[in-house]
């Protein structure tokens, strides 16, 4: 299993299986997720060949991670195989 882990608690796992790894970053499919620890932000990046991403907040404890985890929504045409999947930066630890 592959965990993303931010302030002790697991906000995300997938069997090794599941998850896709693009440019360095594991992406986890969006069942994989603890929905108790993720609120929408308003964050939207773009980037030029995966399209338009948006952010979630990690909020675990009281504590609060701003922007740490994105998703491409509607992604181009090579990255369709990402569509919905959650990667995360900003101290979120991801064990392989």
Aim: aromatic share 16%; proline share 4%.
């Amino acid at each position: 299993m592959i965990r993303a882990i931010w302030n002790g608690a697991v906000i995300a796992e997938a069997p090794d299986n599941a998850v896709k790894l693009i440019e360095g970053n594991v992406y986890f499919p969006p069942d994989a997720l603890r929905a108790q620890y993720f609120r929408s932000s308003t964050k939207v990046t773009t980037c030029f060949w995966k399209g338009q991403a948006s952010y979630y907040d990690i909020v675990v404890d009281g504590r609060t991670n701003l922007d740490a985890a994105w998703y491409y929504e509607n992604p181009r045409t090579l990255a369709k195989s990402i569509a919905g999947y959650v990667a995360f930066w900003n101290g979120v630890e991801v064990q392989q």
